[in-house]
C-alpha cells in the first residue's frame, strides 16, 4: 500500500513570511495527526482529525497555526506569521483508528531565518 | 495530561551485545505503547508495540515489557547489529493521543 506522502519536503522561509503543508494519509485512514519534532525531541502532537474534525488541537498555537481536512482525506497546516522557533520537521501521520499503528510520511523539514 | 519520560538520552553498546531502554508514563488510562526508531533525516518506524493487557512481546531480537503497577515499560534489543543505530522513541497512547519520550539516541559500535 502506499505509504503516507508529504509535501515539500523542504521549506525556508524568512520569519513573519507564511508557509503551508500538504499531507495524504494512507487511503482509508480515518484518522489524521500533524506532529511537530525539534530537533533532538521526541514528535509533539499539534492537532488530531477523525475524519474532517478535529479530535485534539490542545497544543496547537492557533495565533499562528492553523489546519484542516476537507473531505476527511488529504490535509494543510499553516503558519502565519512564522517564528524562528517554528524551525522543525512537521510530520503527518494516518491511523485506521485512533488507538493502533501510527504511520508517519517523510515530513517537512522547515528552517525560518 | 500524559508524560513519559525516557531514559537513558545515549547508550553505545558493543556489537553483539543487549540494550535496554526505559519509559515510564504518568497516566493510568494509557492503553498501548509503541515504539518508534528513527533513523537520521527519515520519519519514525514503528518497531514493536504493546497493549495493556499484555506484560511482554517478543519479535525476534526485539522485545519489550510492560508493567502496569510501576507504569513503565522497556525495550530489549539483543544481540545489536550496527544497524540497529538509531534514534528510538517511546510512546503511550491515551484516548488516541501518542505522547512521545525524548528519544534515547543507539550507537552499536562494530
Known amino acids: 500500500e502506499a505509504g503516507v506522502a508529504q509535501s515539500p519536503r523542504y521549506k525556508i522561509i524568512e520569519k513573519r513570511q507564511s508557509v503551508a503543508f500538504w499531507c495524504n494519509p494512507i487511503?482509508?485512514?480515518?484518522?489524521l495527526y500533524w506532529y511537530q519534532q525539534i530537533l533532538g525531541q521526541g514528535p509533539k502532537l499539534l492537532i488530531q482529525f477523525q475524519n474532517n474534525g478535529v479530535v485534539d488541537d490542545s497544543q496547537l498555537p492557533k495565533d499562528r497555526f492553523s489546519a484542516e481536512r476537507l473531505k476527511g482525506v488529504d490535509s494543510t497546516l499553516k503558519i502565519q506569521p512564522a517564528k524562528l522557533e517554528d524551525s522543525a520537521v512537521y510530520l503527518c501521520?494516518?491511523?485506521?483508528?485512533?488507538?493502533?499503528?501510527?504511520?508517519f510520511g517523510p515530513g517537512t523539514r522547515l528552517t525560518v531565518t | 495530561g500524559e508524560n513519559v519520560e525516557q531514559h537513558p538520552s545515549t547508550l553505545s553498546v558493543q556489537e553483539g551485545d543487549s540494550a535496554v531502554i526505559k519509559c515510564t508514563y504518568s497516566?493510568?488510562?494509557?492503553?498501548?505503547f509503541p515504539w518508534y526508531k528513527q533513523e537520521l533525516g527519515k520519519r519514525p518506524q514503528l518497531i514493536i508495540d504493546i497493549r495493556s493487557n499484555v506484560g511482554e512481546k517478543k519479535d525476534q531480537r526485539i522485545a519489550v515489557t510492560l508493567n502496569k503497577t510501576a507504569k513503565h515499560f522497556s525495550l530489549h534489543i539483543t544481540e545489536t547489529q550496527p544497524e540497529d543505530s538509531a534514534v528510538y522513541f517511546c510512546?503511550?497512547?491515551?484516548?488516541?493521543?501518542?505522547?512521545f519520550g525524548q528519544g534515547t539516541e543507539l550507537s552499536v559500535k562494530p
Open positions: 510512546a503511550a497512547n491515551l484516548g488516541g493521543k501518542l505522547i
Open positions: 501521520a494516518s491511523s485506521y483508528g485512533g488507538a493502533g499503528e501510527q504511520y
Open positions: 497516566d493510568s488510562a494509557s492503553n498501548y
Open positions: 487511503s482509508g485512514h480515518a484518522t
